[in-house]
């Protein structure tokens, strides 16, 4: 809902069409699914299980001869299958659908479909930034003036009987032909003529860290640059989703038998514990936090070994207590 919402508030801002606004919130859901599989996973095991339990049906297959382990096969049957698909979808999908995402938001609010100019009025791109038309087909402008006062000491304004809209690598430029400029800047007023002037309009945000997104990025470049990364906060980001997309999905397993170990060893106790699904919650929460805290704070792959050793450790030591009879 958050990530909706946001999505809402980029709409209104930059007055984007509701099929762009569709288009973009589809891109997101493989990135949400990845996020929510685990919880999902021990959302499904514990009412499936609960339900089973309070319904006397655990005890009537234990009664039967069935060990712990075999009650909670098809638990750990999903997980696994889950595990898998969510691999898939952390090294595959969401990386995919991740730069799709970033790329049509860039162009949406850089691009050339984001500057939509009326014909015989003023466009303000930004704050002291100002465009007139006097006719617009496609990206040929006819009669055009710019108005540049977005700095105090370069402030600049141009006419121009054509021009065309560009779009870059760094956002959008207008190529403007026979015209005339006036500047006024610290060495005072300057008036002059041109041929052809290419002028940057400069409406990217230039933040360092929001261009760098971990997230798109492929795979296989990921583990590549991990080698080759000099920024150490960017290192640190790529060390972290190297830990979501081939660690986090074992959570699913983890989950799924944490959940099954504390509600079928308590329901075969003399006294049937009924604060099981509780504890199994409480379990849950305390099992992600952790995971959570070591793989937000992987600094060197030392840490990603020692996060996915300890993951891994977890994991043969919850088969082995559901094992144990």
Not at 2 to 20: N, P, V
Not at 177 to 187: A, D, E, H, R, Y
Not at 290 to 303: A, G, K
Request: net charge positive; with cysteine; glycine share 4%.
């Amino acid at each position: 809902m958050m990530q909706i919402m946001s999505m809402m508030k980029f709409l209104i801002s930059y007055g984007i069409e509701f099929s762009s606004f569709v288009y973009m919130t589809s891109l997101m859901i493989p990135f949400i699914i990845s996020i929510i599989v685990p919880f999902v996973t021990f959302i499904a095991v514990i009412f499936i299980y609960n339900k089973m339990i309070t319904e006397n049906e655990v005890t009537v297959m234990a009664a039967s001869g069935l060990s712990p382990w075999q009650i909670a096969k098809p638990a750990i049957k999903l997980s696994v299958w889950l595990t898998v698909l969510h691999l898939i979808l952390n090294i595959w999908f969401v990386p995919l659908t991740q730069s799709m995402f970033y790329s049509t938001q860039w162009n949406l609010r850089y691009g050339l479909a984001h500057l939509k100019l009326q014909e015989a009025a003023f466009t303000k791109l930004s704050d002291g930034l100002v465009v007139y038309v006097d006719n617009v087909s496609g990206q040929d402008l006819n009669q055009l003036m710019l108005s540049d006062m977005r700095e105090e000491n370069n402030q600049l304004l141009i006419f121009a009987k054509r021009g065309k809209l560009v779009s870059t690598v760094h956002g959008l430029s207008i190529v403007t032909n026979n015209g005339s400029l006036q500047m006024l800047g610290k060495n005072g007023f300057t008036t002059g003529t041109f041929d052809n002037l290419d002028m940057d309009l400069n409406l990217v945000e230039n933040d360092k860290d929001a261009s760098f997104r971990v997230r798109r990025i492929p795979t296989w470049r990921l583990l590549q640059t991990v080698f080759s990364q000099d920024d150490k906060h960017q290192h640190q980001l790529t060390l972290v989703e190297i830990c979501t997309r081939f660690i986090n999905p074992f959570m699913d397993i983890i989950l799924a038998l944490v959940c099954t170990l504390i509600l079928l060893k308590s329901s075969l106790l003399r006294r049937r514990a009924s604060f099981a699904p509780a504890m199994a919650v409480l379990s849950m929460a305390a099992i992600m936090a952790f995971y959570m805290s070591m793989s937000n704070m992987v600094i060197t792959l030392t840490d990603v070994g020692t996060v996915a050793i300890v993951v891994f450790c977890l994991l043969f030591a919850l088969i082995g207590l559901l094992l144990k009879k």
